[in-house]
C-alpha cells in the first residue's frame, strides 16, 4: 500500500514502523524483550490489574459511559438463564445460563487503541486540515455506521494490539507514595525526581505502570459510585509540560497504563486552558497515540502491586496484557496480570 502522507507531525514516529504501519510501539515488544521481561520473575505471584469491570460505579468520573448491563439470551421464547432443559425434553438433565452484555468499552480498566485519538492535520500538503490518525490512517464513513464502519476505525483497532498479545515488562512509578492523594499535576521535573529517589529507570519497550491511589479510592468507594471529590483526587500526568512529552519520546517506553481516569487530566473535568490559537484538549493523548503509536491503560487496579513492589525493593515485574480482539473498536476493557 502507498504512503497515505506527504508530511508528518512534528515529533512524530510515522513510517519508522513502516508505511502500513497500525501497532505503534507495539513492535517493540520483541521476543527478546519478552525474555528479558521473563527473568523479573522471581517469585512466581500474580496481581490482577483491573477493577471490577462494574466500578468505578455510577457517572462521576464520566457522564457519557456507563456501567455494564446484563441483556437476556432467548431460545425458543425462553430466557437462557438457570434454565432447565427438561423444558425441551424431559429426557434432558441439563440447566443452562447464558448472557448477554451491553458493555461501553472505556467505563472501567481499559486500554485506548490508536483509533481512539485523532487530530485535524494538513496530512498531504494541500492546506486542509483533515481528520487523521496515527500514521496518517484516516476514517472513512461516508454512511454514517459508527465505528463499525469505519475502515480507519478497523485499520487501527484494538484488535491490533490484541493480535501482540502484549506482554513485556511493567515498571511501576509509584506517586502516590510521594504525593498522596491530593490533585497533583506532575510534570517531567517531578516526575523524574520520584524516579530518581526511588532508583528506577525506564528502557526502550518497557511499559510503564503510574500508581496514583485513585484506583483504590474507587475500590473503597460504594458500589453506586464514588463521592465527587473524587473527580479532584490524585495525580495526573501535566500533559501541557512539553519536556514531559519529549521525554515519552525519548524514553521508547511501549505504553503507559495508570489507575487514574485519563494519565493525564482529564477533558471532562472541563476544556483545557491556555491552549493557544490552536491545541488539543488531552495533548498527552494526542501525543502518545496520534504522533507515537504509544497506547494508554486507564483505570487500573495498581495498588496492591505497587505495595507488594515497594515492601520488596522491586519496581519491574512481567505484564500480561492484551485487549479484546474485538475489530473496529476503538477501545477495549483489559484483565491486566502482573506476575513477579
Known amino acids: 500500500m502507498a504512503q497515505r502522507w506527504t508530511q508528518r507531525p512534528p515529533g512524530s514516529n510515522w513510517g519508522d514502523f513502516g508505511p502500513d504501519d497500525q501497532r505503534g510501539r507495539m513492535n517493540l515488544l520483541t521476543p527478546a524483550r519478552r525474555r528479558e521481561a521473563m527473568k523479573e520473575v522471581i517469585t512466581g505471584d500474580v496481581f490482577c490489574l483491573s477493577l ?14 456507563c456501567a455494564p448491563v446484563f441483556k437476556p439470551v432467548l431460545r425458543s421464547g425462553n430466557q437462557v438463564f438457570n434454565f432447565p432443559h427438561d423444558r425441551i425434553d424431559p429426557r434432558f ?3 443452562s445460563s447464558d448472557e448477554a452484555v451491553l458493555l461501553y468499552s472505556q467505563y472501567s480498566t481499559q486500554w485506548d487503541s490508536l483509533a481512539h485519538k485523532g487530530s485535524l492535520f494538513d496530512v498531504d500538503g494541500s492546506g486542509e486540515r483533515k481528520r487523521v490518525f496515527y500514521n496518517g490512517w484516516q476514517i472513512v464513513d461516508a454512511n454514517n455506521q459508527g465505528v463499525q464502519g469505519d475502515l480507519g476505525a478497523r485499520a487501527l483497532s484494538i484488535a491490533n494490539m490484541a493480535e501482540t498479545c502484549v506482554q513485556g515488562r511493567g515498571v511501576m512509578v509509584d506517586l502516590h507514595r510521594h504525593l498522596g492523594e491530593a490533585r497533583t499535576h506532575v510534570d517531567l521535573e517531578m516526575l523524574l525526581k520520584i524516579m530518581e529517589a526511588d532508583r528506577l529507570s525506564v528502557s526502550e519497550g518497557d511499559i510503564l505502570c ?3 491511589g485513585l484506583g483504590q479510592l474507587i475500590v473503597d468507594s460504594p458500589p453506586e459510585g464514588p463521592d465527587p471529590s473524587i473527580r479532584l483526587a490524585c ?9 514531559l512529552l519529549n521525554w515519552i519520546t525519548e524514553s521508547g517506553v511501549a505504553a503507559i497504563a495508570a489507575d487514574n481516569l485519563a494519565v493525564e487530566s482529564s477533558s471532562t473535568l472541563g476544556v483545557r486552558k ?10 498527552l493523548h494526542e501525543h502518545c497515540l496520534f504522533k507515537l503509536g504509544v497506547h494508554l491503560g486507564e483505570l487500573w ?5 505497587a505495595n507488594w513492589l515497594h515492601a520488596h525493593q522491586r519496581s519491574r515485574f512481567l505484564l500480561t496484557a492484551p485487549p479484546l480482539r474485538l475489530p473496529g473498536a476503538v477501545g477495549s476493557a483489559v484483565t491486566p496480570v502482573a506476575t513477579v
Open 210 to 212: 503510574l500508581h496514583t
Open 52 to 65: 471490577p469491570l462494574d466500578r468505578p460505579g455510577g457517572q462521576v468520573l464520566n457522564d457519557h459511559r
Open 274 to 283: 491556555n491552549i493557544g490559537p490552536r491545541g488539543a484538549v488531552l495533548p
Open 235 to 243: 495525580a495526573v500526568l501535566d500533559g501541557s509540560d512539553q519536556a
Open 93 to 95: 438433565t441439563d440447566v
Open 301 to 305: 487496579y495498581l495498588t496492591e502491586l
